[in-house]
Every structure is written in structure tokens, then in C-alpha cells.
């Protein structure tokens, strides 16, 4: 049993290091509004992580894998949601600024933008099914037959989002430590320009995603 923990934890280190949505969301929070918001993005991502969880304890997660139609809604709402940071970010690349340390990913006021880019972390985990559909297909090779799947199950899932956790806001501290080296207002777009496109590539990859 303990072989199987050692090898999930390896292989859930493996794929939180390769970078996703929620990678990007982070490093574009903290770069525009500190690490303190970056945090906050990091936050939301793990309670989305905490609602599949949820969702896998109630079955839903079956749901999704045996409803066309409940997979469908779920994924485009994901996708649609994707492509609309990547398209506010594109659009602050393609506008003309001054110098500014802020990113377009957040232009409200700071009392408010540590709760949006929460939302905004929460949300594009919470929206992807696939991560659901992955849990189903990943975590029974590190099983053991039983009476304790279900809670082992659930217990390797929060697992590999606390692992998660900590590698965000390693992502989340690093880029505001490295946020002075891109106040200009261009390299500050270039970012932007970049964040909305992996966004949008994230988004249409969600979308014509299969189960």
C-alpha cells in the first residue's frame, strides 16, 4: 500500500509541474497585482480541486462520464469561461498604455481583485470535467481492491491538489518577485499576448474534448 502512495504522489508531482490553465492564471494574477493575488488565484484553484473531490464522493462524477448531455454543458461552460480571459487579455496586449504594473487579467480595485482572481481560479477548475473524466481513468491503477476505494480514492485526490497548492504558490511568489523586470508597458502586453492565447488554446482544446 505504501508503494502505491509513493508512486501516485511521484506521478501526481509530475503532472501538476506540467503547465495548464491554472499555471498561467496564477503567474498572470501575481505578475499584475503581487503575490498576494497570485495566492488568491492559487486559492481558488484548490477549492475547485475540493469541488471535484465533492463531486466525485456524490457520484457525479459517474454522471459526467455516463451523460453525453451533462458532460457537454459542463465542458462548454469550461471552454467559454477559458476563452474569455484569453480574450481580455488579449485585447489589454493590443491597446496602447504607459507603463503601468497592472496586466489586464484585473483592472478593479485591489479591495476586490484578490476575490476575482479567487473566482477566477475556483471557476476554471471547477468548470473542466475532464479533470473529473482523468480521476476516473488515473487513480485505479494506484488502487487497491476494497472496501476503502471510495475514501482512498478521495484521499489521493486531495492529495494531488495540496501538492498542487504548494507548487501554485511557489509560481505565485516567483512571478511577483519577477513582476519588476516586466512593468513596461510592453513586455507587459507581450505577457498578456501570451496568457490569452494559451487561454484560447486551452478553451478549444477543452471544447472538442471527448470523454
Sequence with gaps: METQWLAFSVAALMLTLMPGPDTFLVMGNAVAGGARRGLAAAAGTTSGGLFHV?????????????????????????????AFLGIRALRAALRPRADAPALELELAPPASSLWRAFAQGALTNALNPKI??????????FLAPGPHMARDSMLMIGLHYAIGAVWLAIVAIGSARMAGAMRSARVARALDGVIGTMMLGFGARLALASR
Design 132 to 141: 473529473a473524466m482523468f480521476y476516473l481513468a488515473f487513480l485505479p491503477q
Design 54 to 82: 465533492a463531486l466525485f464522493a456524490l457520484g457525479v462524477t459517474q454522471l459526467l462520464m455516463y451523460s453525453e448531455r451533462a458532460f457537454w454543458t459542463v465542458k462548454m461552460l469550461g471552454a467559454f469561461y477559458l
